[in-house]
Nanobody, 115 residues
């Protein structure tokens, strides 16, 4: 069974930065698309960023230029570097591992952007 463990969330002031990490178990990590989703109170979960097995990245428009997703296949890690954070980035952030119809989710890490 695959396990995803997120870390790096917290409270940050507007304009600050956070670095989220997701550690995955299992030997098939390199073939999966990895993604970060977020869900704010009262809103639907949305895809923030994803990175495919070949390194192709995709971002929701609202974070382009501020967030960067990367992966380290040797360490089974996916990183979301978040800069210039805004209050509207406040949400519970989830790591996702996807291959066709297979999806694995982490438990989530809270990001709060507030002065």
């Amino acid at each position: 069974q695959v396990q995803l463990v997120e870390s790096g969330g917290g409270l940050v002031q507007p304009g600050g930065s956070l670095r989220l990490s997701c550690a995955a178990s299992g030997s098939l990590f390199p073939i999966y698309t990895m993604g970060w989703y977020r869900q704010a109170p009262g809103k639907q979960r949305e895809l923030v960023a994803s990175i495919s097995a070949n390194g192709t990245t995709n971002y929701v428009h609202s974070v382009k230029g501020r967030f960067t997703i990367s992966r380290d296949n040797a360490k089974n890690l996916v990183i979301l570097q978040m800069n210039s954070l805004k209050p509207e980035d406040t949400a519970l952030y989830y790591c996702n591992m996807n291959l066709r119809i297979i999806n694995y989710w982490g438990q989530g890490t809270q990001v709060t952007v507030s002065s």
